[in-house]
């Protein structure tokens, strides 16, 4: 393997993720859920290699990146020396990068358009890589924002499901900035429950123990756990 990692980091790293696995359990034993329904997603983009080794040294296994290309980057070499690891992209996808995207990635949680939902059928078959796919929702109906509107969230699962017989694990969404994340986050879990779908992804570094009490089956962190993200250009 390389280098050893700078001993500062792997404290860093390790005492964040001990901490965010702390408030994860207490949010959930105020609800008296079991934390074991609950996983990390450790949302590693922007941070370089390094950092995600110092995390996967930890024994963390779960990752979250949002652009293909670089986890692709980072994550071929990683993945060869962690071949345990478990990648969710939570990003938007082009279906030109889709077969990129199923090549690498182990859950696709952004799934929200019917020619991408096509997509990924046909080149998991091609690679007899049938992933776990989450569909995201548009909660806030935000214009610039990715996922399917709330009106149209059930044909859609359907859609996904009937024509395209993808594996719909769960939904995901990302609450608009300056709304109350819990009134998107119940709203989610509403969509899921009446679809008969169990995985919720949502919560954030800023609202994560909120969405643990409502029902997320993972939480997406990233500055919990690695820090502020450097600044890209
Ligand atoms: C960056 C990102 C996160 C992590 O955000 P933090 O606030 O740093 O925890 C979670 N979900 C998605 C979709 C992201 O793009």
């Known amino acids: ?62 990752f979250g990146e949002n652009r293909v290309q670089e986890a692709g980057e980072k994550w071929s070499n990683l993945k060869a020396d962690y071949p345990d690891v478990c990648l969710h992209l939570i990003g938007p996808l082009q279906t030109n990068k889709v077969r990129d995207a199923v090549a690498l990635f182990d859950v696709i ?57 993808l594996n719909i694990a769960g939904l995901m969404c990302i609450p608009p900035q300056d709304e109350e994340p819990a009134l998107h986050f119940a709203f989610l879990r509403e969509i899921a429950t009446r679809n008969g779908i169990a995985g919720l992804s949502m919560g954030m570094s800023a609202d994560f123990e909120t969405a643990i009490e409502l029902g997320a089956t993972q939480v997406r962190l990233g500055t919990a756990v690695f820090g502020e993200r450097p600044k890209t250009q």
């Open 1 to 62: 393997m390389s280098v050893p990692l700078d001993p500062d980091l792997s404290v860093r790293i390790a005492d964040n993720i001990q901490a965010v696995h702390q408030r994860m359990s207490k949010a959930a034993h105020n609800v008296e859920r079991n934390i074991e329904g609950v996983s990390l997603v450790a949302v590693s983009k922007v941070h370089p290699s390094d950092t995600i080794r110092a995390a996967l040294e930890t024994g963390h296994r779960v």
């Open 109 to 165: 949680e952004t799934v929200d358009r019917p020619k991408l939902a096509s997509a990924l059928a046909d080149e998991m078959a091609k690679q007899s890589r049938p992933l776990p796919c989450f569909v995201q929702i548009n909660t806030g109906e935000e214009p610039q924002k990715a996922g399917v509107l709330p009106a149209d969230s059930d044909a859609f699962i359907s859609t996904c499901r009937d024509t395209h017989g």
